[in-house]
């Protein structure tokens, strides 16, 4: 039975890291309502620049809705590339909390150049767990430090 237990805690690890995994890619290919559909439908994504706890919120989309119409800025960058890292999570029977480590760039052009915005990105996440698995209910998206620089390679494209 323990054994079963501890299986069961992995695979829904697993899931979790999955849905992480799910939205990013979501977001880089421009499948906005593949990730809207990612999160409940009064879903929420509050973006940060620092900790949550601390600091006021830059904007907030708001339900799936918002989430997909917002998301929709990410249109002023050429290319986006977001590396989801370790993840830790919560699990407390159909609900979770976690904290999901990405770093994310963001190709965009300078005076005709390719410049890439990095940004050190922790996803402050909570989760329900639903009849389709699990969907995010909120991801509060915490900027720790960000650069702008030129890409510093040609031909990338």
């Known amino acids: 039975m323990k054994g079963e237990a501890a299986g069961a805690g992995l695979a829904e690890r697993q899931a979790l890291y999955d849905l992480a995994l799910r939205y990013a890619r979501g977001v880089d290919r421009r499948d906005y309502s593949g990730v809207g559909a990612l999160f409940t439908p009064g879903g929420r994504i509050a973006v940060f620049r620092g900790d949550p706890v601390t600091t006021d919120a830059l904007y907030a989309l ?6 997909i119409e917002g998301l929709r800025g990410l ?4 290319k986006t590339f977001h590396q989801v890292a370790n993840q830790l999570v919560e699990i407390e029977g159909h609900k979770a909390r976690g904290e999901t480590y990405c770093t994310a760039h963001h190709i965009h052009r300078v005076a005709s150049e390719p410049w890439n915005r990095t940004l050190a990105i ?3 996440d909570r989760f329900v767990h639903r009849s389709a698995g699990w969907l995010f209910a909120e991801r509060l998206l915490a900027i720790d430090w960000e650069r702008d620089a030129p890409l510093g390679e040609r031909g990338w494209a």
């Open 62 to 67: 708001e339900g799936r809705d918002g989430i």
């Open 75 to 78: 249109e002023r960058y050429e």
């Open 122 to 124: 922790r996803y402050q």
